[in-house]
Each structure stands twice: as C-alpha cells, then as structure tokens.
C-alpha cells in the first residue's frame, strides 16, 4: 500500500502524466446552499397587468387570416411579428 499524500503517476486523455495525489478533492462547482434564490428573493415584486382575452378556435384563425393576408402593408422592408416600426 502506498502513503495517501504520495503522489502517484497518471495519464490524462492525450496521454501525458499528471502527477496527482491520492486522495482527490472534489472541487465545490455551484456554491453553498444557503445562497439558494438569492437573485429571486431580492428581486422587486411586480404585479401582474391585465392583458386582454386570447382567442381561440374561429376566432383565432379569423385574427391570423386578417393579419397576414388582408391588412398586409405592400412595398417596404419586411418587419418580423414583433416589431413596433410605423
């Protein structure tokens, strides 16, 4: 049996030695527990807004049939969905 400080003689992946010792550490990656939901905990809380009613079945189509095809704007750059450019 060898001394647990004796270092010993390893290869990585690429097959160079890496001199180790015995007992390996484990290194701490993610920190303590007790700093768990710091951000959220000291985040402000800010209420919900009201947003209006989302459509569904016919009615839905009906809103993306008209955005797309009736009220489209011809000529000029394309704008993706979310843009708020005049």
């Known amino acids: 049996l060898k001394p647990a400080n004796q270092p ?3 290869t990585s992946a690429a097959g160079h030695p890496r ?3 015995e007992p390996e550490a484990m290194g ?7 700093r ?4 959220k905990n000291q985040t402000p809380k800010v ?3 009201e947003k209006k009613k989302v459509l569904t079945g016919r009615a839905k189509k009906r ?4 955005r797309r095809f009736v009220s489209v704007v011809k000529g000029g750059p394309k704008r993706g969905p ?4 005049k």
């Open 8 to 10: 010993t003689q390893r």
């Open 19 to 21: 001199q180790h010792s």
């Open 28 to 34: 701490k990656v993610h920190g303590s527990l007790a």
């Open 36 to 39: 768990a939901g710091k951000v």
């Open 47 to 49: 209420a919900k807004a």
């Open 63 to 66: 809103f993306v049939y008209n």
């Open 82 to 85: 979310n843009s708020n450019m």
